[in-house]
């Protein structure tokens, strides 16, 4: 019996690091808060919010912008470093129960069916991040902090992305927490897949408390859409 065949091609997923695939979120606010204290500014959570997925040096001058401080490039160069000297001793913790609820399951689907998988992380520490959870060899090209030159909502980050998949960005799913990555997302042409609150992330096409509210059927369709 003749079986007509149609060759659907690969899809690019696009993953960002920090609140979809590990809550690093909690650290960065604990090292954030620490530096902002002790040169006497105050930070809240709700003022993290605002640092998801905005590039480390946009998140100091965030913070001393708020509370009216100014510093010389020394001083603010040696405040990054501290912060990061911080960050690093929390993530330095870090293991595979860190990696948030289904992220798993989707990952080993989306390799069970072929499609390429990619990360694209305002992070510069993202590549030791996937180590410690033992989820590198799980990506096909890592994209982070170090390979852009424009932070969120430039789309730099996802397109590179795209690129090292060797996906045409209109044929990408960019799965992001942050309503600036799903901007980026939007205006690089891709599917954007919110993770979290559905109002901070209404930009988003689609949008999903967490990975356990997503199914399998939802993943098959956006391979075949
Ligand atoms: P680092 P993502 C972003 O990662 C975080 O959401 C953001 O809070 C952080 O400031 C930024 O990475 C830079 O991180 O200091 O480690 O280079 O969400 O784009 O994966
Ligand atoms: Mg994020």
């Avoid at 180590?131 to 096909?140: I, P």
């Amino acid at each position: 019996m003749f079986q007509q065949e149609i060759f659907m091609g690969k899809k690019g997923f696009i993953f960002d690091l920090d609140g979809v695939i590990v809550d690093t979120a909690k650290y960065h606010y604990l090292a954030w808060k620490k530096l902002a204290n002790d040169i006497g500014i105050s930070f809240s959570e709700s003022q993290n919010e605002h640092l998801k997925g905005v590039s480390r040096i946009r998140s100091l001058e965030k913070i001393l912008d708020w509370g009216g401080v100014r510093l010389n490039q020394e001083d603010f160069n040696e405040l990054m470093a501290k912060k990061n000297e911080d960050y690093l001793r929390y993530i330095k913790t870090m293991n595979e129960n860190e990696i948030l609820p289904d992220v798993k399951k989707i990952l080993n689907y989306l390799t069970q069916k072929g499609q390429a998988i990619a990360l694209g992380s305002a992070s510069k520490n993202a590549r030791s991040i996937l180590s410690m959870v033992s989820l590198k060899d799980e990506f096909d090209a890592i994209i982070d902090g170090n390979d852009v030159t424009k932070a969120k909502p430039d789309p730099e980050v996802f397109l590179k992305a795209a690129s090292a998949i060797n996906i045409k960005p209109e044929r990408c799913i960019v799965f992001e927490d942050s309503l600036a990555g799903i901007q980026a997302a939007n205006t690089a042409n891709m599917v954007s897949i919110g993770i979290g609150d559905k109002d901070t992330l209404k930009e988003a096409e689609y949008v999903f408390k967490d990975f356990t509210e997503m199914d399998i059927d939802f993943i098959e369709f956006l391979i075949e859409r």
